[in-house]
């Protein structure tokens, strides 16, 4: 985990993401030594469950037991549908202004070898092309000038939970972690009963794979300068003979034309293919047509109600 934190942040105080589990304690325990006196720990309480307050209190107290400074962090979280994904986004975007407010370079959470085998399984089942299966990133961007960083992507959950357990703390353990309703719970099982499925194995081709995904990323933003024309309100692109680059740019150009657009995998590979035939289409309310041998891309006219 040093030479891996000493790659993603060689210089800058560093924010820990610990909710109190087993691998974010690890985090937590190989952090301070790693990195003593420029660490800081945070706990977000979504005030979910009635255990969370106590839990950032325990928290609080392994961090005082290492000298490492600690705030809990409260955010809400309506209700509803998609809580998980909710609770999400606000533990980020308060994770975000929490480094932002303490002068943090990066924020790392402890996703681990076990956690990226689980979401190349699940992103496998759902057919994910190859941004989805890179898994998860070992860094990007948190908030302005902060990084989010994982350095625990090499390490097994077993190494993390013996070093936690060697220290005599009591992790909490997350109830959500064993829902059978979640996906992950499931590929989780896979794993444990499935011996040929080797986690580090998984973890990386997960890693080739964003490799593999950061080359495209470039590849695209060349071909966006050099291929692409503004014209007025509306984007031309001569399409790449290459389907993944011309298919990026397709979604790069809905996105640049309507923000706020949610384009599906399978909607942008079904307009892929309309154009590649000739004909037109409409995606997140942009729509598309074909002239010339380009590809002219501008926002639908709003529909009459
Ligand atoms: N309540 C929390 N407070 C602080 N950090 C947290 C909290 N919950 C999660 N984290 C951080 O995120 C890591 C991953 O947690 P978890 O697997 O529960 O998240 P997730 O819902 O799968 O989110 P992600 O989309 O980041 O994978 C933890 O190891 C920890 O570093």
């Known amino acids: 985990m040093t030479a891996a934190l000493n790659r993603l942040l060689p210089d800058g105080d560093l924010g820990l993401a610990v909710s109190g589990g087993p691998d974010s304690l690890a985090l937590l325990l190989l952090a301070a030594r790693t990195r003593p006196g420029r660490v800081r720990a945070a706990t977000v309480d979504h005030g979910l469950r009635p255990e969370s307050a106590g839990e950032a209190a325990m928290v609080a107290a392994c961090c005082a037991e290492l000298g490492v400074p600690h705030d809990r962090l409260t955010v809400s979280v309506e209700p509803g549908a998609s809580l998980q994904a909710q609770a999400r986004e606000a533990r980020y975007a308060s994770l975000g202004e929490w480094a932002a407010g303490h002068g943090l370079a990066a924020v790392a959470t402890a996703h681990h070898a076990d956690d990226q085998a689980e979401t190349l399984l699940m992103r496998l089942a759902r057919g994910s092309g190859v941004g989805g299966l890179a898994g998860i990133r070992e860094e990007r961007a948190l908030a302005e000038g902060i990084r989010l960083v994982r350095p625990l992507l090499g390490l097994r959950k077993a190494e993390l939970v ?138 639908a006219p709003p529909r009459r109600t």
């Not at 309703?181 to 444990?192: E, K, M, N, S, V």
């Not at 499925?197 to 890693?207: F, H, N, V």
């Not at 503004?230 to 979604?251: G, Q």
């Open 162 to 299: 013996a070093l936690v357990d060697s220290t005599g703390w009591s992790a909490v353990d997350d109830p959500s972690n064993h829902d059978p309703r979640h996906d992950r719970t499931q590929a989780r099982a896979l794993l444990a009963e499935t011996p040929w499925l080797e986690p580090e194995r998984l973890a990386r081709s997960a890693a080739a794979l964003a490799d593999a995904a950061e080359a495209l990323e470039a590849m695209t933003a060349r071909e966006w300068a050099e291929e692409v024309r503004r014209e007025r309100e509306a984007l031309a692109y001569r399409p790449s003979p290459l389907r993944e680059i011309r298919r990026r740019i397709a979604a790069q150009a809905i996105g640049e034309l309507n923000p706020n657009a949610a384009v599906r995998g399978p909607d942008l590979d079904r307009l892929i293919g309309a154009l590649d035939g000739g004909s037109g289409g409409t995606l997140a309310g942009v729509m598309v047509r074909v002239a010339g041998g380009e590809w002219l891309f501008r926002l």
